[in-house]
């Protein structure tokens, strides 16, 4: 797979599929084993176009990784939700196809994420990680992000610990 066709861009109502695809994709591969099946399906299961349709308008950005046509990836975020990170911007998610990762996008879509925050005066950036998820916490960390606070989520009517990861 070629990364030379790749851009990263604003969503538009015509990603919904492929947002909904990604998250689909991503979320089976990351949290099965951590999140219990039954949780799992019924989370992913709300995650269709109507939802995504409604988060476009929320205001919130999400960028999306596109690969020719197709949507890979997809970063939600802005300023940040709570002070548990002490962090002025917050990525709420970034995921991508399973098939597109450890090609150096998620890193690209990280960069332009963690850019478009500091140009709105939000430099110091934090993002959430389920504590389970090793493969997400060494994405991170290979980032550069410093393993900030442990604090238990409710997930699916779980709880399950959280570690934040922040960013200068």
């Not at 046509?69 to 995921?95: F, I």
């Not at 238990?152 to 934040?164: E, M, N």
């Amino acid at each position: 797979m070629s990364t030379r066709t790749t851009s990263i861009r604003r969503a538009r109502e015509g990603d919904l599929g492929g947002l909904s695809r990604v998250f689909d994709a991503a979320w089976r591969e990351a949290y099965r084993g951590i999140i219990p099946g039954v949780a799992l399906e019924r989370m992913i299961s709300v995650r269709g176009r109507p939802w995504w349709r409604a988060a476009l308008n929320r205001g919130r950005p999400i960028a999306v990784v596109e690969t020719g046509e197709l949507v890979v990836g997809y970063a939600s975020y802005g300023r940040a939700r709570s002070r548990a990170l002490g962090t002025d911007g917050e990525v709420d998610e970034l995921y991508l196809l399973p098939e597109y990762q450890g090609l150096g996008l998620g890193r690209r879509l990280f960069r332009a994420v963690h850019n478009d925050l500091g140009d709105h005066g939000l430099g110091r950036l934090g993002v959430w990680t389920l504590e389970d998820n090793i493969r997400a916490a060494a994405f991170y960390e290979s980032l550069g992000g410093t393993r900030g606070p442990l604090v238990p989520d409710r997930v699916a009517g779980i709880t399950l610990p959280k570690v934040g990861y922040v960013f200068a």
